[in-house]
């Protein structure tokens, strides 16, 4: 079974902090992507990465950087956290390009981030 | 350039009633559609999807639904519901071409009474 595992259930930061989102998948999936999900507007997609080394910018960067040193880890940064970005954040992969848009997401069970 | 509408941020049913939960996308190009589920606390999974095959799909847990194009619809349904199915339900569509990503809707809340 596909385990994609964020490294913090909850996380609590200061206002110019920078914050780092841990997600490792066990599944060899080249594919793998942050979400963030706020009440009211749905999933909206930050980042993703199709490869090693590769990311693709989604629908609301700004604000957040990635890194993808190794093929099963993703991380999302938060260069100087702000209030704003308060809000759930989903970790998700799945199976490479060819089959992009057929293979499902599998999702991890969320970091809940605070700002203050 | 594809996006999703779900009418109805919240649909109340009763246990045993029929659950109709509407979905209408917009697409350039023949869509690949999905439904998800999310649990509290936990993360999405996925319900069932539409890859151009069988326009009535069947998924997990006794849902289905149905792509029809003329009216650009993939609408979820279940015939009798249970408390458990209580939960947050995301359709999404993708283009199916490229890196298209998947573009969600903004979710419908699914409250089941006793």
């Known amino acids: 079974d596909v385990k994609v595992t964020q490294s913090s259930r909850y996380l609590v930061k200061r206002t110019g902090e920078k914050v780092f989102l841990e997600c490792v998948q066990d599944m060899d999936h080249e594919n793998m992507f942050w979400y963030r999900q706020d009440p009211g507007l749905g999933l909206r997609l930050i980042y993703f990465?199709?490869?090693?080394?590769?990311?693709e910018k989604g629908d609301i960067p700004e604000g957040y950087s990635v890194s993808r040193e190794k093929k099963e880890r993703f991380s999302l940064i938060l260069e100087s956290a702000s209030t704003n970005q308060t809000s759930m954040y989903l970790c998700?992969?799945?199976?490479?390009?060819?089959?992009?848009?057929?293979?499902?997401?599998?999702f991890g069970n969320g970091t809940r981030l605070t700002v203050t | 350039a594809q996006s999703v509408t779900q009418l109805g941020s919240h649909v109340s049913v009763s246990e045993g009633a029929l659950v109709l939960l509407r979905c209408n996308y917009s697409?350039?190009?023949?869509?690949?559609l999905f439904w998800y589920v999310q649990y509290p606390n936990q993360g999405l999974q996925l319900l069932l999807k539409?890859?151009?095959?069988?326009?009535l799909v069947k998924g997990i847990n006794g849902f289905e639904a149905e792509f029809k194009k003329s009216e650009t619809s993939f609408h979820l349904t279940k015939p009798s519901a249970h408390m458990s199915d209580a939960a947050e339900y995301f359709c999404a569509v993708t283009l199916g071409e490229g890196y298209s990503t998947l573009t969600f809707g903004k979710g419908t809340m699914l409250l089941v009474s006793p």
């Open positions: 539409y890859t151009s095959a069988a326009t």
């Open positions: 990465s199709y490869d090693v080394k590769m990311k």
């Open positions: 697409s350039s190009v023949p869509p690949y």
């Open positions: 998700a992969s799945n199976i490479g390009q060819a089959i992009l848009q057929v293979s499902p997401l599998h």
